[in-house]
């Protein structure tokens, strides 16, 4: 048994909040790479016949394959993503013009891509990360996009093919469009690139050199020049399958892949209320040098030994409590022996211990080079959070060169729940990742284990807030066609997810709420094309995106067109006078929100106190059965009670951190905006509300002396009575507007009306237009409409004011990520002829098919064409013709 005593150095533990990946399979997402290995599906495929056709190009080699050897280590199959996935990129999302972006490594495309649903998952918005002190480290070392724009023609390149064809943009693209501060790395140490950019990223943090950091990989394959070399070596399998630790292993296959993490220090994570997916203990890096190796590219088990003893070393940590490795595993015959008996000789377990399991995603996804380390820490990212080991695919029986009984070694060939621990231990689990080149990395991650009230934005770690009955969901883009585009995939991804099949045995209505946090909290909503849906059920939602896609109106659903940048936060709160109440006001949000409960039921004591009973707030506002016995419309009712309304909106508006920048208000609002601005208080404003006096009381007590300026204008009854004053008159119709203009020469641009119905809008547009020079119209918004469901009004306009994140802090934590869908095809397929004679495709349109080729009858693959001759003039066969219809046909419908 290792267990190591030295003394530990301080190292902070890193907290990773965010994640998102691309592989092949369709996976999109980690949930979805999740799924494929629960479910150990095979996403393998022969090689689309639109990369390349490897036998084509190297038909001259396999002229001369007299044996048959070299056609049998030929590489036919792989991992390898759809050009669909290749293809999802806006241009115009990231301010690139077709051009440019057509030039753009595929890699850097979507790695631009990925990093927005990064954020979202981490619960950030492009706004939010916008300036921050974050490092970028990506790892890559496939170049067959530069290679393939080294041999375009001339007249086929633009100005932006050179420089945007070099690995630095991996990462510097990144940083460049979402202006992020920290350091930036791209690098290339082989096979372990992205495990590597994750050390990188860890040591930034802890020397606080950043504050966040995003790290991670990619690979593409594009060209044949690659699948050729390792065919050569015999590093690859043949048949495209990687079998990581079985007898059969017969080399590895390559896959396309990306992976991307975002990470924080775990105390500012914490503090920050992030969801945190498991906690990166630590990483280290080192090199094999050359004291074992046969060679340059074969693995060495003192280098991996020497790595394994420093780190765990390092951090005093007892090795009994790694459940699992996951291993680099490439299934090839050599390097798999190697790896798994250093790990058994280092964690040394005896038959009487847990057996050490092992593991390989490379059993599932191939191996994705740049990106292999990644992929591994996502899966185990993913089997913390589900607490969960899937199963090592591609396993027959072990190979006879692991020494796995002496070791007590378990290759894992089903998935294996967690085990509970005593004293409420965390399950820890090691990642492995090397270099051909010899640069090894290992990561120790542990669970996550959240404090038991650590409640932060309105979130605790690891839990969710109790599901509110309404539900909002908004999804926002830069076009009206990829809103559509979104709405469509989300309705699909909808779909598949039916009541009765929810993960962890969830009701609809905890599943809703997930998805509702998911897309709010933190996240700003600032593009040019918004759609906002507040609904109580699933077949409420339903609804509402059919009348969206369908374009017709529906209860609950927004559709918003507005500039792309954000709104400034200058809020102004207009309180309206009489005349909106209308019975039953209120009734909803009294049973729905707390806050407004609390002080609705506050101010009806205060009020019956002063009123000495004459009537009770809480009787005409809440406990009046139909609108024939209300008195809402009896002045001495009405006002008191859109008093309370306000005050009570006004409380919550600002607990959800909605804050006023300024404050109108008209008539009998004044009461309510003199105590929501500090002028008055509670009980001074509720006893002007509550004064009441007779007509003989007004002239004897207010009046008298002052008759020349003010006098009764109407008896409305025994104990209500108007004053009028052509003084009083005067003054008003100057002050209001001036007012008005003061509050808009601060540049207020939102308007939120704290009323029980809209009635100022009209006048609030009219003087703004009078004020404001600028072409932009006021946003002006409700709080509640008279009669109209009082929860789906007030979120609506909640989700218009999403331009700040805080406002969304006391409500959701963000998850899932929904692809972008592209307007045009960019995957620029590579420039080696998938076919001999027909070349390659241009990348024109989605609705054209042109196809170029130079062919060159000196050449040994063409000279056969000079056979075709009529009075000694090489022609090109009548035949050929039909082979290139066909071939153009099998590369459109495979």
């Not at 074992?292 to 007892?318: E, H, M, T, W």
């Not at 409590?321 to 090839?332: N, S």
């Not at 809103?483 to 929810?502: A, C, G, S, V």
Request: charge should be negative; hydrophobic fraction near 40%.
């Amino acid at each position: 048994m290792a267990t190591i005593n030295n003394s530990s150095t301080s190292l902070e533990p890193i907290a990773l909040i965010g994640m998102s990946c691309e592989f092949a399979g369709d996976i999109h997402s980690p949930n979805d790479l999740w799924h494929a290995l629960k479910e150990s599906r095979d996403v393998g495929s022969t090689t689309p016949i639109d990369r390349f056709d490897l036998e084509s190009f190297t038909a001259h080699m396999l002229n001369m394959d007299n044996s048959g050897q070299f056609r049998q280590k030929l590489l036919r199959a792989g991992y390898f993503m759809s050009n669909q996935q290749w293809d999802m990129f806006e241009p115009s999302f990231f301010d690139l013009s077709d051009a440019e972006a057509g030039s753009v490594d595929p890699c850097h495309r979507l790695l631009m891509l990925k990093f927005v649903h990064l954020l979202d998952d981490a619960g950030y918005s492009v706004e939010k990360i916008n300036g921050t002190k974050t490092s970028v480290h990506i790892g890559q070392f496939s170049t067959d996009h530069a290679l393939a724009t080294s041999r375009m023609r001339p007249e086929h390149r633009s100005r932006f093919h050179g420089p945007n064809s070099l690995l630095y943009n991996a990462s510097t693209r990144l940083s460049y469009h979402f202006n992020l501060h920290g350091p930036n790395v791209s690098l290339d140490v082989a096979c372990s690139s992205s495990l590597e950019a994750l050390h990188m990223a860890v040591q930034c943090l802890r020397t606080n050199e950043a504050d966040m950091a995003v790290c991670g990989g990619v690979n593409g394959i594009f060209t044949p020049e690659n699948f050729l070399f390792s065919s050569l070596i015999g590093a690859q399998s043949p048949d495209g399958r990687s079998r990581s630790f079985s007898a059969d292993a017969n080399g590895y296959a390559k896959g396309d892949g990306l992976g991307l993490l975002l990470l924080k220090r775990l105390s500012d994570a914490e503090r920050d209320g992030d969801r945190i997916y498991c906690v990166i203990r630590d990483v280290l890096s080192g090199h094999d040098g050359n004291e074992d190796k046969l060679n340059f590219v074969v693995p060495s088990a003192a280098g991996q030994g020497r790595l394994l003893a420093n780190i765990y070393s390092r951090n005093n940590f007892d090795t009994r409590k790694i459940l699992f490795v996951e291993a680099h595993g490439t299934g090839t015959p050599v390097g798999d022996p190697i790896e798994a008996n250093c790990l058994g000789r280092f964690f040394n377990r005896s038959n009487l211990d847990p057996p050490l399991l092992l593991g390989s995603i490379k059993s599932n996804l191939g191996h994705t080079e740049g990106a292999a380390g990644v992929a591994s820490l996502i899966k185990v990212a993913m089997c913390m959070y589900h607490r969960g080991i899937t199963a090592n695919m591609q396993f027959t029986s072990l190979n006879p060169k692991i020494d796995a009984q002496k070791y007590n070694l378990h290759i894992v060939q089903n998935f294996i729940p967690f085990p509970t621990l005593p004293n409420n231990e965390k399950i820890a689990i090691g990642v492995n990742s090397f270099g051909m080149g010899g640069t090894t990395t290992h990561a120790i991650i542990e669970e996550y284990q959240p404090n038991k009230i650590s409640i932060t934005n309105g979130h605790i770690n690891g839990y969710h807030i109790k599901s509110k009955q309404y539900f909002t969901f908004i999804f926002s883009t830069k076009s009206r066609q990829t809103l559509n585009d979104q709405l469509i995939e989300f309705k699909r991804w909808l779909d598949t997810k039916p009541i009765n099949n929810i993960d962890d045995d969830d009701d609809d209505q905890a599943f809703l709420q997930r998805i509702s946090q998911q897309l709010l909290l933190k996240r700003t909503i600032s593009y040019t094309h918004s759609a906002i849906f507040v609904f109580v059920n699933r077949q409420q939602l339903q609804d509402q995106i059919n009348a969206f896609l369908t374009e017709q109106t529906s209860p609950g659903l927004s559709i918003i067109s507005r500039p792309t940048k954000a709104l400034s936060q200058k809020i102004c709160f207009v309180f309206s006078g009489q005349g909106p109440q209308w019975w039953a006001m209120g009734r909803q949000l009294y049973e729905s929100e707390p806050l407004f409960n609390k002080w609705i039921n506050l101010i009806d004591k205060e009020m019956t106190k002063i009123n000495n009973g004459e009537w009770r707030l809480l009787e005409e506002l809440i406990e009046k059965k139909n609108e024939q016995e209300s008195r809402i419309n009896d002045t001495n009712i009405a006002q008191p009670t859109l008093f309370t309304i306000q005050v009570a909106l006004t409380v919550s508006l600002i607990s959800w951190k909605i804050d006023p920048s300024s404050i109108i208000s008209h008539s009998a609002g004044d009461q309510a905006a003199a105590f929501v601005a500090g002028r008055l208080s509670l009980e001074e404003a509720i006893r002007m509300l509550a004064v009441s006096m007779s007509e003989e009381e007004i002239e004897n007590k207010l009046l008298k002396g002052i008759e020349h300026l003010a006098c009764i204008a109407f008896v409305n009854s025994p104990r209500s009575v108007t004053i009028s004053s052509d003084e009083i008159q005067q003054i008003l119709s100057i002050s209001y507007p001036n007012v008005f203009e003061a509050r808009l020469h601060k540049a207020a641009n939102v308007f939120l009306e704290i009323s029980s119905h809209l009635v100022l809008v009209k006048s609030i547009r009219e003087c703004y237009e009078l004020t404001n020079q600028q072409q932009s119209s006021p946003l002006i918004l409700p709080t509640l409409k008279r009669k109209e469901n009082e929860q789906i009004t007030l979120l609506s306009s909640l989700a218009q004011l999403t331009t700040s994140s805080h406002v969304w802090q006391q409500y959701f934590h963000t998850r899932q990520i929904l692809p972008m869908k592209n307007h045009k095809e960019y995957f620029d397929t590579n420039r080696i002829p998938t076919h001999p004679l027909l070349g390659i495709r241009q990348l024109v349109d989605q609705t054209s098919a042109t196809w170029k080729s130079l062919i060159n009858i000196n050449l040994s693959q063409h000279i056969y064409l000079k056979d075709y001759k009529s009075q000694d003039l090489i022609l090109f066969p009548a035949v050929a013709y039909l082979e290139l219809a066909t071939a153009a046909c099998q590369q459109l419908l495979p």
